[in-house]
């Protein structure tokens, strides 16, 4: 008597992709815009006209719209250097969660144009926007403390300042006048 063993068959990588966009009905076209690549590109690689993609960016995007981690995919490459998730990313993905809100649901909250940089942010391959105006956009989508994202613009202005040679130390004075005054004129407009 012959012992039937059950094949484990491991699904493709473009099976993936177009199992998780039928699963959220996201169109290619939205697809391919956030993970920064053309409409034709998307069809290709689901058709398996061309291999799978290898480039590490295009993986990560693709695994971070699909809230899955890049080595699901075989043909993704671990990179020498770990990719830096900092505490801004950590508070988005934490209000994403405590909102209910996915990653598909979070990018497509954002200009069209926005979405790409979005989905790069949450890979951690984009900085903290320095630019206030676009941190409260990001914010709003979520609903999230205004003096929390304040101080989290804070830090990263302090990083940009002493990355580009200002000696923060030296600076105590004048630092800290800068940043009351900003402090004063963006959150007193609640």
């Known amino acids: 008597m ?7 068959t491991k699904e493709k990588s473009s099976e993936k992709v177009a199992n998780f966009l039928n699963k959220h009905s996201l169109h290619k076209k939205d697809f391919a815009e956030m993970i920064g690549v053309t409409l034709s590109y998307v069809y290709n690689l689901i058709d398996e006209t061309i291999p799978f993609s ?11 719209v699909m809230e899955i981690e ?10 020498q250097e770990p990719l830096i998730i900092d505490e801004f990313v950590q ?9 209910n ?8 909250s954002f200009p069209r144009k926005k979405r790409l940089e979005i989905v790069d942010i949450l890979r951690g391959s984009l900085p903290l926007p320095i630019d ?4 409260s956009m990001i914010s709003q989508v979520l609903e999230l403390d205004e003096t929390e994202i304040y101080y989290m613009w804070e830090n990263r202005m302090r990083q940009v300042l002493e990355t580009n040679g200002m000696n923060i130390n030296a600076n105590t004075g004048l630092i800290n006048s800068m940043f009351e005054c900003a402090k004063k004129e963006l959150l007193q407009k609640k």
Not at 54 to 64: K, N
């Open 70 to 79: 890049p080595e699901e995919f075989d043909e993704y490459k671990i990179p």
């Open 132 to 135: 206030y105006k676009e941190l």
């Open 101 to 108: 809100i996915s990653t598909v649901n979070f990018i497509k």
């Open 54 to 64: 290898t480039r590490g960016t295009t993986l990560e995007r693709i695994a971070t």
């Open 91 to 99: 508070y988005l993905r934490e209000g994403m969660k405590s909102k």
């Open 2 to 8: 012959k012992s039937k063993s059950k094949t484990i």
